[in-house]
């Protein structure tokens, strides 16, 4: 069971510059390990460059997370999509979708998704809700 107070936040950011596959892997190694302590779980999506991120834990922790972000030099364009309330958790382990620009597969990569991929199915539970929509829009737009 959920403590009281579980929420979610979605927002969308664009890289200051493209980011190589290292990089990538470093920040989910670090976001895996920051997001733990703070019982913060979600998915970071990654492609053309922008970045979309589901965050659910605690309405403090995910407000002094965004804070983080919103001053990180590494990002720009950020702009918080949707947030609210939840019930349960939709994304109970930490991972990281990502599409590679040259095509190669990051699913044996500990924490990496294949959510970007098309062919993988969006997480059934967040179906009719906005959040939903902006995933699936994201990463159709991703995979141009």
Not at 48 to 56: A, P
Not at 122 to 136: A, F, I, M, R
Request: glycine share 10%.
């Amino acid at each position: 069971m959920e403590p009281s107070g579980l929420s979610y936040l979605v927002y969308c950011s664009a890289a200051r510059r493209t980011l190589e596959e290292r990089e990538l892997q470093t920040i989910l190694a670090t976001s895996r390990r920051n997001n733990a302590v703070r019982d913060i779980t979600g998915v970071l999506l990654y492609g053309d460059g922008c970045f979309l991120q589901v965050l659910e834990g605690p309405s403090m922790a995910l407000s002094a997370v965004f804070d983080r972000i919103a001053n990180d030099p590494r990002h720009t364009r950020i702009e918080k999509m949707v947030s609210g309330m939840l019930a349960r958790r939709h994304f109970g382990e930490w991972s990281m979708g990502y599409r590679p620009l040259d095509g190669d597969s990051l699913g044996s990569i500990p924490g990496f998704s294949t959510l970007m991929q098309a062919e993988s199915p969006l997480p059934e539970s967040w179906s009719g809700h906005p959040v939903y929509t902006l995933l699936k829009s994201f990463r159709d737009r991703s995979g141009r």
